[in-house]
């Protein structure tokens, strides 16, 4: 008789670089941001507004002017400053970050989740062939569709396939045995939970982004965004659990009792991808000038603490906002196939659905895909880099 278990391990989740996980609210840089030379006011203008009587509202008609509608009416307006930024915050928009119900900035379990899935997909022997074969066959059917419709039938983007759906076949392919239902997949097994960390690891940053354009290698985008980040070497608590009875028969099937749901299988996917991420952004940063030496520093730095990771079983992943597209699973393949996929999302007049520009774009100015990364301004840090560092095993 087979004795099933719950293997329950306790981990140190450390961020190695910011990390944004974004609430979905984005304050204005006309109305939440005062900007000023020597130091910039983010405000919670709705907390401010809220203490002000019903007569007060009145005369207020500017974010400039809420210092003197607050003193008027015997209020401070530092009660309600969320962030002072040294210098100015000239940023477009704020991203709040996700917090829990008690206010403690949160990254929940399955953005952990997300990411250890996009590793063990992209670590998978035979993946990188299987998205291949799947580019090719959205080409295809792009292609008969768009060839079936009538002349001037608009741009055809409705008869594109969709974005969402791309990978789904690999996914079956990899984490279902024989079932398009969803609880089929042996990844149901992995139960992560969220990870909340204390209020003071969160600060306020500017996020540039770099994107070359041909002749200007060291080019950034004239704007900037403003995001609540949890901070560098910020450190909390999180829980794993493998449920051994829900990976049980299908997992066996799929070779993952022997390749990826084990602890062991996850830290080794998990580098593996995480070193491909380092790797990829390395070389890109290497490739242009050295104003952009202090950012491939970092990663060589990163790159080591990751590789150093072995010795203890960590689990080393990327995730949240600004990661961008190589974080992705279509991140897997190599430039030719990135640009074959993005012409399977291209329309009739050339504009393509899951990036900026189409491949002609790219083929046209001797570029690789994707050409843009976003980076702290300053420290030139890139986003999104944590280790799970195990603590402890329990078994139930």
């Given amino acids: 008789m087979t004795l099933y278990t719950n293997d329950t391990r306790k981990f140190t989740l450390r961020t190695l670089t910011p990390v944004h996980i974004g609430s979905g609210t984005v304050l204005s840089a006309n109305v939440d941001i005062i900007r000023g030379s020597e130091e910039s006011l983010i405000i919670d203008v709705d907390a401010a507004l809220s203490a002000l009587p019903p007569e007060a509202l009145l005369s207020f008609d500017a974010p400039l002017r809420l210092r003197e509608t607050l003193v008027r009416f015997g209020l401070d307006l530092e009660d309600y400053v969320l962030y002072s930024y040294p210098g100015d915050f000239d940023a477009t928009t704020f991203r709040l970050a996700l917090r829990d119900g008690r206010g403690s900035p949160l990254i929940p379990g399955s953005s952990l989740k997300g990411a250890i899935r996009t590793a063990l997909l992209c670590a998978r022997s035979g993946t990188q062939a299987d998205m291949v074969r799947t580019t090719q066959g959205l080409k295809s059917r792009r292609d008969r569709d768009l060839g079936s419709l009538p002349p001037h039938a608009g741009d055809g983007r409705r008869k594109l396939p969709k974005p969402q759906k791309a990978a789904s076949a690999v996914e079956k392919n990899v984490f279902r045995p024989s079932q398009d239902d969803a609880k089929f997949d042996v990844l149901k097994s992995l139960h992560v939970l969220d990870a909340a960390f204390a209020e003071d690891t969160l600060a306020a940053t500017l996020v540039e982004i770099s994107s070359p354009k041909p002749g200007q290698p ?6 900037k965004i403003g995001v609540e980040v949890v901070c560098e070497d910020a450190a909390a608590e999180v829980e794993l659990r493998l449920d ?33 991420l380092i790797d990829g952004e390395l070389a890109h940063f290497e490739g242009l000038s050295p104003a952009w030496s202090k950012t491939a520093a970092t990663l060589g730095k990163l790159r080591k603490t990751v590789a150093d990771s072995a010795s203890t079983g960590a689990i080393p992943l990327r995730l949240g906002w600004g990661i ?73």
Avoid: M
């Fill in 218 to 223: 060291d080019r950034t985008t004239d704007f």
């Fill in 244 to 276: 051994q009875y829900l990976l049980g028969p299908a997992g066996k099937l799929l070779g993952f009792d022997r390749f990826g749901l084990s602890w062991d299988g996850l830290a080794k996917a998990c580098r593996s991808h995480t070193l491909k």
């Fill in 324 to 396: 961008g597209w190589t974080g992705t699973t279509g991140g897997v393949l190599p430039e030719p196939d990135r640009l074959d996929l993005l012409d399977a999302f291209t329309d009739l007049q050339g504009k393509c659905v899951i990036a900026k520009y189409g491949s002609s774009y790219y083929q046209k100015n001797g570029q690789t895909f994707p050409k843009s990364r976003r980076l702290e301004k300053g420290s030139g840090f890139p986003l999104g880099f944590i280790v799970l560092e195990p603590e402890g095993i329990r078994r139930a």
